[in-house]
């Protein structure tokens, strides 16, 4: 089983709707999860970050996290053509230094005018 | 300042050649880290300097030499590469501790001909 695991996509949706991205950890101990944007051929750009179970919001973007199932998630309200790009999920796992963050994949969003 | 910047933005290299990448920050940040990005891959990581001290080292061949000369500099050394080496070389700084998020820096897109 690989410690991060996204679907790799695409996932299309259409402008205005609800994107979810889905990511799932094998370390249940992991203890910090993030969620990066990349924009083809540019740098990765954090987005979210959440380390207790519940929600977070930050305007268009809610992370959702269940410890207890080993999932985490990033909800993107009123998806916008802009908001197209790969998603990375990463995860800190506890059995790891601390200074260490595991990637998973990345699912390909595509926001369709 | 909350950047991290990378030069150069590019870079074409022989087999035979030695060249260095260099990143710099002023965010206060003291744990730093390089990335290698393959095409339509995650970012792995390569070594984590912390307090200017290496602190891990994924198994990366010795024709990858890193170098932390103090706090806001890391260097990363190239050496009789190969073609397979050519990828997006990715720096990274963070806050210590599990809950910081990294911010990457844009990049050197390397090409090892």
Known sequence: QKEVEQNSGPLSVPEGAIASLNCTYSDRGSQSFFWYRQYSGKSPELIMSIYSNGDKEDGRFTAQLNKASQYVSLLIRDSQPSDSATYLCAVRPMKTSYDKVIFGPGTSLSVIP | ?113
């Open chain 2, 1 to 113: 300042d909350t950047e991290v910047t990378q030069t150069p933005k590019h870079l074409v290299m022989g087999m035979t050649n030695k060249k260095s990448l260099k990143c710099e920050q002023h965010m206060g940040h003291r744990a730093m880290y390089w990335y290698k990005q393959k095409a339509k891959k995650p970012p792995e990581l390569m070594f984590v300097y912390s307090y200017e001290k290496l602190s891990i080292n994924e198994s990366v061949p010795s024709r990858f030499s890193p170098e932390c000369p103090n706090s806001s500099l890391l260097n990363l050394h190239l050496h009789a590469l190969q073609p397979e080496d050519s990828a997006l070389y990715l720096c990274a700084s963070s806050h210590q501790g599990p809950n910081y998020g990294y911010t990457f820096g844009s990049g050197t897109r390397l090409t090892v001909v």
